[in-house]
């Protein structure tokens, strides 16, 4: 990718190209267009200084002509600071049309990958919504691992982001400092995606614990009053989920999830239907 670098940076793209295209066999050609975006765009979004000829532009340009870029994108995008991501995406086009891209030619594991970056920049309905689609579309081809994934993405997103604003980064002026602290691989950043989700699940049980537990000494220690506020709080559990509790894109996931079951059966795919439980 050094090579491919200084040929760009000197406006040589066609000697590139052959240069790239005499190591399209080689195993590790992806993550060399892979390292060779990262590196421009970490030197030029990080720099404090105006760049009159910025290379990312002639670089985006020249990883557009091999069917590695959405793949390629994606993967850098989750590698790099999430300040950065204005500067990649300003060049390649935003990550919802990238996603849209990935849905029509088939490629729904770097479609997947996007959900990733949609979560962190988009607002929470669109990243669920998308969500929602490749869902549908991992059932219709049969990806039952990426439709697993699509169902913990979206029960792990509570009903409380729904009206949530999109969380663009900030232009990156970064420094040295924060560029040090970088994701540095792919199964990180699917952890930070899901981390807040979970951790806020652990503390409303810990929630209803200290609750029950405060219930229940008020009602050794009060009489009949002790007993009425049980009664109350037992009502309350029995009582069905209030318009807030209620999670639309869970509900629209489980549909989706019903009408496939029912359309597998009527098709005769019970192995198929077994395989995707």
Known sequence: HHILRQLLKRNLGVF???VAAACRDLPHFA????????????????????IPDPL?????????????????VAHCARKTELALWSSLFSVTGSPNDL????????QLHTAASYLIVLQ???????????????????????????AKDMVRFTRAIGSEDMDSPARTPPPSKTSSRRHAASINSVAEADDLVFARFQAAGRVSKVRH?????????????A????????????????APPS?????PIAEKMNTILDGHAVHLLEEYCIRDLGGSL
């Open 16 to 18: 590139a190209l052959e």
């Open 31 to 50: 993550h060399s267009l892979e390292l060779l975006l990262h590196g421009v765009l970490e030197e030029e979004a990080t720099s404090s200084e105006p």
């Open 56 to 72: 990312l532009p002639r670089c985006v340009a020249f990883i557009q002509e091999f069917p590695e870029f959405l793949r390629t």
């Open 99 to 106: 996603f849209e891209v990935c849905i029509r030619d088939g």
């Open 120 to 146: 962190s920049i988009e607002s929470a309905q669109t990243s669920q919504e998308q969500a929602l689609r490749l869902l549908r579309e991992a059932l219709s081809a049969g990806e039952w691992s990426i």
């Open 209 to 221: 614990s200290h609750a029950d537990s405060r219930d229940a000494t008020r009602k050794d220690s």
């Open 223 to 238: 009489g009949s009053t002790g007993k009425r506020t049980a009664a109350r709080a037992v009502s309350n559990d029995m």
């Open 243 to 247: 318009p807030t509790q209620v999670n």
